[in-house]
C-alpha cells in the first residue's frame, strides 16, 4: 500500500523547497581557503555560523517535513530534510578539494571529519526524535492531512531490543559492504547516487531479516537510521589511522587504494545514506506489513 497522496505532496513540497532554499545557504559550508568542498570544520566562518546559516534557512523545511512524518510514515519527514540536503552536498568541490587543502594534514584530518560525522546524525537524530513526540499532536492539530488507514505505523526512539541490534546491525554491515564497491570516485553524484543505493538495499535487507527472525519490524528506528554513522566512523577511522604518514595517504589516494566509502564527506552520508535508510526502511513495511499494521487495516475492515 502507497503512503496517501496528501502525504507524498508534503514529501515533494519539503524536498522542492529544501533544495531551493538551501542553495542559498549552501556557501555557508565553502572553506575560506578556496577548497570548495563543503564541510563545517572548515567553513569560512566557522562551524557554528555555518550551522546557524542552515538551520535558519532550514526552519520552513523542517516544519513541512515535521508535518510529513505525522500525515504518513514517520520516516518520510526525515527522507524529505536528508534529500532536500542534497544540493548542499552537490555543490562546491569534492573531497578532493579538501585533499589538496593550504592547511591539510592527513590523514590525521579525517578525526576531525569523524566528528563532523556525530554532528550531522546527531541533529537527524534529534529531528527525528521530535517528530515522534510530536506525531500524535500534529495528527490532531491537522486531521484533514491524515489518512486513518495509511497513516504509518508508529516507531519508537529509545533503547533497542534485539531485534532492533540485528536489523541495524545487518543494514550497516550489507550497507558498507555494497557502498565499498559502487563509490568508484569521488564525484558529487556518483557518491550521492552509490550510498542512498546502498543504504536503501542495506535497510531494506536489515529489516527483512528482523521479520524473519523476530515476525516484526525494529521499532527503534532510530538505531538503523544512524546505520550512516557507523558506516561512515569507521571508514575515517580506518583511513586516519591505516596510513602513517602523509605521503603514504597521498600515494594511496592517487593510486585508487583509498577505500571508497573515505571519498564520501560527511554531509554525503548525511543527506544520501540517510535518505536512502528511509527508503528502505519505509518501503519494508509496504511489503510486509508489521503485525501492527495489520492489526489496524482488520480492525478497520471489521
Excluded at 57 to 62: A, D, E, L, T
Excluded at 147 to 159: K, L, Q
Excluded at 241 to 263: M, N, P, Q, T
Amino acid at each position: 500500500m502507497f503512503p496517501p497522496p496528501r502525504n507524498r505532496t508534503l514529501v515533494i513540497a519539503a524536498i522542492l523547497l529544501g533544495s531551493w532554499v538551501w542553495c542559498f545557504a549552501a556557501g555557508a559550508l565553502q572553506p575560506g581557503d578556496g577548497s570548495g568542498a563543503p564541510a563545517l570544520w572548515w567553513a569560512a566562518g566557522g562551524p557554528a555560523l555555518a550551522i546557524l546559516k542552515l538551520v535558519l534557512f532550514g526552519i520552513p523545511i523542517i516544519a513541512l517535513s515535521l508535518i510529513a512524518s505525522a500525515t504518513g510514515n514517520p520516516l518520510s519527514g526525515l527522507f524529505a530534510l536528508a534529500t532536500g540536503l542534497w544540493v548542499v552536498a552537490a555543490q562546491g568541490n569534492t573531497i578532493e578539494g579538501w585533499f589538496h587543502r593550504t592547511d591539510a594534514s592527513l590523514p590525521g584530518d579525517y578525526f576531525k571529519l569523524a566528528i563532523e560525522l556525530v554532528i550531522w546524525c546527531a541533529a537527524m537524530l534529534l529531528f527525528l526524535f521530535v517528530a515522534m513526540r510530536w506525531r500524535k499532536r500534529a495528527q490532531a492539530a491537522f486531521p484533514f492531512l491524515v489518512d486513518p488507514d495509511r497513516g504509518g505505523e508508529d516507531m519508537t526512539v529509545g533503547i533497542p531490543d534485539r531485534a532492533t541490534w540485528i536489523a541495524a546491525f545487518t543494514t550497516a554491515i550489507v550497507s558498507a559492504i555494497l557502498a565499498f564497491f559502487l563509490v568508484r570516485t569521488a564525484d558529487s553524484g556518483q557518491v550521492i547516487g552509490a550510498l542512498m543505493l546502498a543504504f536503501m538495499l542495506g535497510s531494506l535487507l536489515g529489516d527483512i531479516v528482523c521479520a524473519f527472525l523476530f515476525q516484526k519490524h525494529a521499532t527503534n528506528v532510530a538505531w538503523v537510521v544512524l546505520a550512516p554513522l557507523l558506516v561512515g566512523l569507521g571508514a575515517y577511522f580506518q583511513t586516519a589511522l591505516g596510513y602513517g604518514k602523509d605521503d603514504a595517504f597521498r600515494e594511496a589516494i592517487f593510486g585508487g587504494r583509498v577505500s571508497g566509502l573515505s571519498l564520501a564527506l560527511p554531509i554525503h552520508y548525511a543527506s544520501a545514506a540517510i535518505a536512502g535508510c528511509c527508503l528502505g526502511a519505509g518501503w519494508v513495511r509496504l511489503l510486509l506489513p508489521g503485525e501492527e499494521e495489520s492489526g489496524h487495516v482488520e480492525a478497520k475492515k471489521a
